[in-house]
């Protein structure tokens, strides 16, 4: 197995807990809640961390959501986010309350959400015609076209 790749972080808060893994195979780093927050009914609110991170050239941060916090109804709007190489500003994590209740009340020290470092593949785009493009099996099948839905 190759050396673990390096991502500096620095806590601006006393507070700030330092992202954990939930297990020796988990993918993901989990992020905490800095402070007491709560999160209306359908309202999307920004969770501090107190972290700041600096992610190596080449890979990108996904921010991703806890299962156990999508099952009561508390999700990520925007699915994943991005955090990139270049970013220096505090983490935060936008999350949205969709569950029952008028609220949810996030804590201070609550796991909120997964930090992945993953690599970006150089890419480069190049315009070329529809026929071009070549054809697939699936062809123009979009939106549930592959499955159920």
């Known amino acids: 197995m190759s050396e673990p790749l390096e991502v500096k972080v620095a806590r601006t808060h006393p507070d700030a807990r330092m992202p954990t893994k939930g297990s020796v195979h988990a993918a993901g780093w989990d992020l905490y809640s800095l402070e007491d927050t709560e999160v209306p009914f359908r309202a999307s609110v920004r969770l501090r961390t107190g972290l700041h991170v600096a992610i190596p050239v080449g890979y990108e941060g996904q921010v991703r959501a806890r299962s156990s916090l999508g099952s009561k109804g508390l999700i990520l709007p925007h699915s994943v986010?991005?955090?990139?190489?270049?970013?220096?500003g505090e983490l935060f994590v936008l999350v949205t309350w969709i569950g029952e209740g008028n609220s949810y009340v996030v804590e201070a020290g609550e796991r909120i959400a997964q930090l992945l470092i993953t690599p970006i593949p150089k890419s480069a785009f190049t315009e070329v015609s529809l026929e071009e493009l070549g054809e697939t099996a699936r062809g123009k099948g979009g939106f549930g076209s592959t499955g159920r839905f």
Do not use: E, H
Request: charged share 40%.
């Open 81 to 88: 986010g991005t955090i990139d190489a270049d970013y220096r």
